[in-house]
């Protein structure tokens, strides 16, 4: 394991150049919760939660800046999720500084939010943020929360991404006991989790966790548990595509490491490696590391020929990618090359320039190629520059070990600190269940003292059971007193309404029957009283009456149906105009008897949304009292004033319009005058929302004004 590479974050695993896609419509779902929760499923696809989908950094920050965007101020707990996201997408990408924003965002929104897994996850990917710019301290604070969340929390999803954090975090200090702990205890936890769960996160995780404890082992020189922990992981290395470029490249590694090289395996997963689909543009670093182990490990055995080879691709690929680190890599690969084939200046050239990088980032590197520097100034025969070199070579390697020294003891100090701790959470956990027991004893003798009054309190007890019961049937007696109470109001109702059902009748049926039976009488009596002129003119009026006759009745029926609970009008949009020209031409006989003009200037765009049936009976029974009541020669007059229309005609009935108000209010009537028919037309409009009343709108005149809600 000659070249650490640390897995920047969970689940950040896609290459970085992924085709961004148009993100779905969201805004048109109006609901707010449903709309940002679709989002929110929709974000999390793009990170991985969904095998088939894939993983799309570039649109999981897209999507997640417009949830953002979206989410209401005191939405602490999406906007969190959103930020997170965002997080991860930038980080993966390499923007550390928008990437630190959205984290620390994530963080601040979490608390109120008081969602466990979010404020061990944001926390949890923040300490790798403030590690890679330097800020230690503030990794420090981050780490030592999390100590907290984890002693507290019980969480499990959250508590795995805590135990990450941590492992994470001393990772990073070399602390690698420790970090091996955290890892393994969180991928316990995770284990569970991917038997319980669909969501591909968890494969995700759980293959991440086994390659970031593969790191470990490999720092540690414990080569065979690397091993074991990468097929542990490799498992699921295709739950993302990138895992499987990480994962074949740390096969690569692994297998030409000499404690345990077998160069076929290598070789195998190299092929592997070399068949995956390559980005559209850049270079991932697998490809280059890949050929760099290789070419050392033929390096280091002698076979320069293949060596070369695999420098060369190493070469090129580094060279494409313009990545600083990835272009040093090589040098330090061609420095170790021509220093085993004798280019002993070209040597000495390359490692130099290695080594001013590998004292930041790879002590180990930087010893190698001091040492090799000064074996390549001693095979040149210049002893000065060699002496120096080994003189320093020395220095490092002292300074080197005490550092991996005091990083052993405090990695020592921080295992024993943490079974400290453990401890005495257990003894806390011990004397909980001592006070526990404690207080079970102390209520078993409460128990034994209650008991005695409790024994006093049976008779009590069977006292009041007895007034209960006498209570509740006195209770289900009154309300079976109102029951009966109700149902005698309803009788009365009913008998009220047959009552006036029997008056109409007697009112509206006996004038047409009577009319219709003397016509028929006398033409039975006297067949010759009538020529062909006075025959076919009767002939007519007995039609027309019989008509009338026959709406007469349906309007009884409709009315009496309407009187039943639970009739319902049908409501449909209504030309009132169309539907009173119809009422009047059943009229037209009696009008032209009392040469009665009648004028009906109702507009023809006039609509209301009511029921038909109803409507024309209301404006038969008070155009037929409009007929009946006007003087001879008179004009009836229907128009449309305010939304409301009027009935005009001049009366010759004796009546006010006061007078036809109030007798509308009256709950009984007689079977005389307006009575009936207006207390059909009153009960009728009434159950359609239109309000019956009558004015004086100008003297002698009597105005029926139905006050309609406004057409549609």
């Known amino acids: 394991m000659r070249y650490i590479f640390i897995l920047l974050?969970?689940?950040?695993?896609?290459?970085?150049?992924?085709?961004?896609?148009?993100i779905p419509d969201f805004d048109r779902i109006k609901d707010y919760t449903v709309r940002m929760d679709s989002l929110k499923a929709y974000c999390n696809i793009q990170i991985g939660s969904d095998a088939a989908k894939g993983v799309d950094f570039p649109q999981a920050i897209a999507c997640s800046r417009k949830g953002i965007a979206m989410a209401r101020k005191d939405d602490y707990l999406r906007r969190a999720h959103f930020a997170l996201v965002a997080g991860i997408g930038y980080y993966s990408l390499a923007s550390f500084d928008s990437a630190l924003i959205f984290m620390k965002l994530s963080v601040k929104e979490s608390v109120p939010a008081r969602n466990s897994l979010l404020i061990a996850w944001s926390r949890s990917n923040l300490i790798p943020l403030y590690m890679q710019s330097q800020q230690a301290a503030a990794a420090d604070s981050i780490a030592d929360e999390l100590k907290v969340f984890a002693d507290t929390s019980r969480e499990q999803t959250a508590l795995a991404k805590c135990y990450y954090g941590l492992a994470t975090y001393y990772y990073l200090k070399s602390y690698y006991a420790t970090a091996q702990s955290y890892y393994l205890r969180s991928l316990e936890i995770i284990r569970r989790l991917m038997d319980t769960s669909a969501d591909n996160r968890h494969r995700m995780d759980y293959a991440v966790q086994n390659y970031m404890l593969y790191k470990v082992y490999a720092n540690t020189e414990l080569y065979d548990k690397a091993l074991q922990a990468l097929k542990e992981g490799g498992n699921y290395l295709h739950s993302a595509a990138s895992l499987t470029l990480r994962y074949y490249s740390a096969y690569v590694d692994v297998y030409t490491t000499t404690p345990i090289a077998n160069i076929d395996s290598a070789l195998h997963y190299y092929h592997l490696l070399e068949e995956l689909p390559r980005p559209g543009k850049g270079i991932n670093s697998e490809y280059v590391i890949s050929n760099?182990?290789?070419?050392?490990?033929?390096?280091?055995?002698?076979?320069?020929?293949?060596?070369?080879?695999?420098?060369?691709?190493?070469?090129?690929?580094?060279?494409a990618s313009k990545a600083p680190f990835l272009i040093h890599q090589v040098q330090n690969i061609k420095g170790i090359y021509k220093y085993h084939t004798g280019a002993y200046d070209e040597a000495i050239v390359l490692l130099e320039q290695a080594m001013a990088i590998n004292k930041n980032v790879h002590k180990?590197?930087?010893?190698?190629?001091?040492?090799l520097i000064a074996q390549s100034y001693k095979a040149k025969g210049n002893l000065r520059k060699a002496?120096?070199?080994?003189?320093?070579?020395?220095?490092?390697?002292?300074?080197?070990?005490?550092?991996?020294?005091?990083?052993?003891?405090?990695?020592?100090?921080?295992q024993y600190r943490s079974r400290e701790k453990e401890k005495q959470i257990s003894s806390l956990s011990?004397?909980?269940?001592?006070?526990?027991?404690?207080?079970?004893?102390?209520?078993?003798?409460?128990?034994?003292?209650?008991?005695?009054?409790?024994?006093?309190?049976?008779?009590?007890?069977?006292?009041?059971?007895?007034?209960?019961?006498?209570?509740?049937?006195?209770?289900?007696?009154?309300?079976?007193?109102?029951?009966?109470?109700?149902?005698?109001?309803?009788?009365?109702?009913?008998?009220?309404?047959?009552?006036?059902?029997?008056?109409?009748?007697?009112?509206?049926l006996r004038s047409p029957v009577s009319k219709i039976a003397q016509f028929l009488r006398l033409q039975k009596e006297n067949p010759d009283l009538f020529n062909d002129n006075a025959r076919s003119e009767y002939h007519e009026k007995f039609t027309q009456t019989t008509a009338n006759l026959l709406n007469t009745m349906e309007d009884l029926l409709l009315w009496s149906k309407s009187q039943m609970e639970n009739f319902t009008p049908e409501?449909?949009?209504?030309?009132?105009?169309?539907?009173?020209?119809?009422?009047?031409?059943?009229?037209?006989?009696?009008?032209?008897?009392?040469?009665?003009?009648?004028?009906?200037?109702?507009?023809?765009?006039?609509?209301?949304v009511t029921d038909?049936?109803?409507?024309?009976?209301?404006?038969?029974?008070?155009?037929?009292?409009?007929?009946?009541?006007s003087r001879e020669a008179g004009t009836i007059t229907l128009n449309v004033q305010d939304n409301e229309v009027w009935i005009s005609n001049p009366s010759t009935s004796g009546m006010s319009a006061a007078a036809l108000n109030e007798l509308l209010q009256r709950e009984s009537v007689s079977s005389s005058n307006y009575g009936l028919?207006?207390?059909?037309?009153?009960?009728?409009?009434?159950?359609?929302?239109?309000?019956?009343?009558?004015?004086?709108?100008?003297?002698?005149y009597i105005t029926a004004k139905l006050a309609w809600e406004r057409p549609s």
């Open 9 to 22: 974050l969970l689940c950040q695993l896609q290459p970085l150049f992924a085709q961004q896609s148009a």
């Open 292 to 319: 760099i182990a290789l070419g050392q490990f033929y390096t280091k055995k002698g076979d320069f020929t293949q060596a070369q080879v695999y420098i060369d691709k190493a070469t090129a690929l580094a060279d």
């Open 364 to 371: 180990g590197n930087y010893l190698e190629d001091l040492y």
């Open 387 to 414: 002496m120096d070199y080994y003189d320093l070579y020395d220095r490092e390697k002292d300074t080197f070990t005490k550092a991996n020294m005091n990083r052993y003891f405090a990695d020592l100090d921080v």
């Open 430 to 508: 011990s004397e909980n269940q001592l006070r526990a027991l404690e207080l079970a004893n102390a209520s078993r003798l409460r128990l034994l003292l209650i008991a005695g009054l409790v024994a006093l309190g049976i008779i009590s007890l069977l006292l009041f059971r007895i007034y209960r019961n006498k209570e509740k049937l006195n209770k289900i007696l009154n309300e079976r007193n109102r029951e009966l109470d109700q149902l005698n109001v309803r009788l009365a109702l009913a008998n009220e309404s047959k009552a006036r059902l029997f008056g109409i009748f007697s009112h509206d």
């Open 571 to 608: 409501y449909h949009a209504v030309a009132i105009k169309e539907l009173a020209e119809r009422e009047l031409g059943l009229l037209r006989g009696q009008a032209e008897e009392k040469s009665l003009h009648i004028d009906n200037q109702i507009p023809e765009s006039f609509f209301s």
């Open 612 to 629: 038909e049936n109803f409507v024309s009976i209301i404006l038969r029974n008070l155009l037929q009292n409009a007929v009946r009541y």
């Open 677 to 700: 028919g207006l207390q059909i037309a009153h009960d009728l409009a009434g159950r359609i929302g239109i309000r019956l009343s009558f004015t004086e709108a100008q003297p002698g």
